[in-house]
């Protein structure tokens, strides 16, 4: 039976970007849907209204909310549209993905994370279990991703450094701000191993891209104007296009996926840009749209022997969805402690502090209780945004800040000293009540039910995110820096997801095989951040891209290995 395509991708972001690369490189033809439009480099520009305040890269929360239930006091769920709140769980939705938007620090799960279940044992409230796979079965695709993408660092000797099959980074790592340098001394005094972090951000140029222009920190929120970050786009897309065996269409949002009384998918059902339905099949289909949007689409993607929705027999797609634990933290270095020379060094912007720590990745500390799972503690810039930093001085204390106190408090902020952040990443526990199905009542523009989300957290995510957002707050204070303080909060980072699909090796408890292949469809796979059972404790996205290679080689061996030498 002759297809349309080899392979639909479904989202072209970190997930999606790795399998349409691997599989028009290897001589299949691909197909890649993507919901949003198909902005170029030169339309990325440090535009702080549109990355901080508006929804530029995002839908219209009037024609797609989500419903969001936050937990109330007693114990109840409150329910609130999108659109009537600050809650927004759209990341970036064009070409690319929410990858073009990244800060960009990478770090690697550690073996550890693959096996949490087996290494500390259960957790009363949370639905823990060991991954299919091992972190050496990763590994090599860690490795492939520094190079795909661009990976820039420096690896140094640490007690809790993750194995590596090279003995550093592909690219030399970017210019370090001088706070880097003081945390550096203010770890090794207080015992502890700062290292330097690896950014998916090119140092120098290569693969027709520039390098980082360190034209002010702007890279979170915001797209790269030089095309040093690496996004899906600019890293992957492009040159799965430039074979000329794939094809990419914005404007594209996927229906449903159509399955017949076999059970068998028969094709994509999609909306083009003018709003005409269209369709599209081939052999094989990869979900790639993130962890809410796709448990969205599997389930309305219901057919004849799929009542409950696509892949969905074991009643486990949309659950166990996974934000982010963690901490965070701030304080403020002031000038006013240095000579003139080193503050006008402290008051460059664009550079990056790259420092994180690892030293209680796992903590095995008696005052706080059992030997557990702990975290990663990165070092960061706030972000740079005069609008949105000074936006967040307007309240202080529950009272509102203006006038003549306003404008003291803003002279501190931006003209007194450097503003530092902590972010600490902890494992969010996978748990019953975080989870996401489909809203019996409410629909979007195209008539379709939109996405109820469920953001309950489990009390260990508090915990540990305390314990490691203080051990921040220490290594601020060695630096000498003020006003520090740090926190923890039960609240979901909207641009952390993953979970909704999770893999293993049986179907009674999973949703994918070890190669992320739905167990009840021979060519359905999901290869964004849905697959995982749990998150580990860095942010996701290098695990996003590793696995999706691994998926994809997975799937050039399945349709019959590479056809280049025959093209």
């Not at 938007?101 to 096996?115: E, I, W, Y």
């Not at 600019?234 to 059970?263: Q, Y």
């Not at 020379?341 to 030293?359: C, H, P, S, V």
């Not at 305390?466 to 204070?477: F, H, T």
Request: charged fraction near 25%; proline fraction near 6%.
């Amino acid at each position: 039976m002759s297809h349309d395509y080899d392979v639909c991708v479904v989202g072209s972001g970190a997930g999606g970007s790795p399998v349409a690369l691997t599989l028009a490189r290897a001589g299949y033809s691909v197909l890649v849907l993507e919901r949003g439009p198909w902005w170029h480099t030169d339309d990325f520009y440090k535009d702080e209204l549109a990355c901080c305040l508006r929804d530029v890269y995002k839908p219209d929360r009037r024609d797609e909310p989500h419903i969001i239930e936050l937990e109330d006091d007693d114990g109840g769920w409150l329910s609130q549209s999108t659109v009537n709140s600050r809650w927004n769980f759209w990341n970036g939705n064009c070409v690319g993905g929410a990858s073009n938007f990244m800060s960009g620090f990478f770090h690697r799960l550690k073996p550890v994370d693959f096996h949490l279940l087996s290494e500390f044992g259960p957790i009363e409230g949370a639905n823990m279990a060991d991954w299919p796979i091992s972190y050496e079965d990763l590994e090599p695709y860690y490795t492939r991703v520094e190079t795909e993408v661009g990976v820039s660092g420096r690896v140094v000797s640490h007690p809790h450094a993750e194995p590596r099959s090279t003995p550093d980074f592909p690219y030399p790592p970017l210019q370090e701000h001088p706070v880097a340098s003081l945390l550096d001394k203010a770890g090794r005094k207080l015992g502890y191993h700062p290292f330097p972090t690896s950014r998916a951000i090119l140092s120098r140029p290569a693969d027709g891209r520039n390098s980082c222009a360190y034209n002010g920190g702007y890279c979170g929120s915001t797209g790269c104007s030089t095309a040093a970050k690496g996004s899906a786009r600019v890293a992957l897309l492009d040159k799965a296009v430039k074979t000329g065996r794939c094809e990419v269409r914005p404007h594209a949002l996927v229906k449903r996926i159509i399955s017949d009384a076999r059970g068998k998918i028969t094709g994509v059902e999609y909306f083009d840009q003018a709003g005409k339905l269209k369709q599209v099949d081939a052999r094989i289909y990869v979900v790639a749209c993130q962890a809410i949007e796709t448990a969205k689409l599997l389930l309305r993607s219901t057919g004849p022997k799929f009542p409950r929705g696509l892949a969905n027999g074991s009643g486990l797609v949309g659950k166990n969805l996974l934000f982010a634990g963690g901490g965070a933290g701030s304080g403020r270095l002031l000038y006013s402690k240095f000579g003139r020379e080193e503050a006008r060094k402290l008051a460059q912007t664009g550079f990056f502090i790259n420092r994180a720590l690892q030293d209680f990745y796992v903590i095995d500390d008696p005052s706080f209780g059992p030997r557990q799972k702990g975290g990663t503690i990165d070092f960061v810039h706030v972000h740079p945004s005069p609008v949105l930093r000074a936006q967040r001085q307007l309240e202080s204390n529950g009272r509102l800040n203006w006038g003549k106190p306003l404008k003291r408090i803003l002279e501190e902020q931006f003209r007194d000293g450097v503003p530092l952040k902590i972010e600490a990443f902890c494992d969010w526990l996978p748990v019953d009540d975080c989870f996401v199905t489909l809203d019996g009542a409410l629909k979007d523009k195209w008539g379709m039910p939109v996405a109820r989300v469920r953001t309950g957290y489990h009390v260990r995510n508090l915990q540990v995110g305390w314990y490691l957002a203080a051990k921040g707050a220490q290594m601020l204070k060695a630096i000498g820096a003020e006003e520090v303080i740090s926190f923890a909060s039960g609240a979901p980072p909207t641009n952390l997801l993953a979970g909704t699909c999770r893999f293993g090796h049986d179907p009674d408890t999973s949703v994918l095989d070890p190669h992320c292949r739905a167990n009840e469809l021979d060519n359905l796979y999901v290869t964004d951040g849905s697959f995982m059972p749990t998150g580990g404790s860095v942010p996701y996205t290098w695990t996003i891209y590793a696995n999706a290679f691994r998926v994809a080689d997975h799937l050039v061996e399945r349709l019959g290995g590479s056809r280049r030498e025959n093209i």
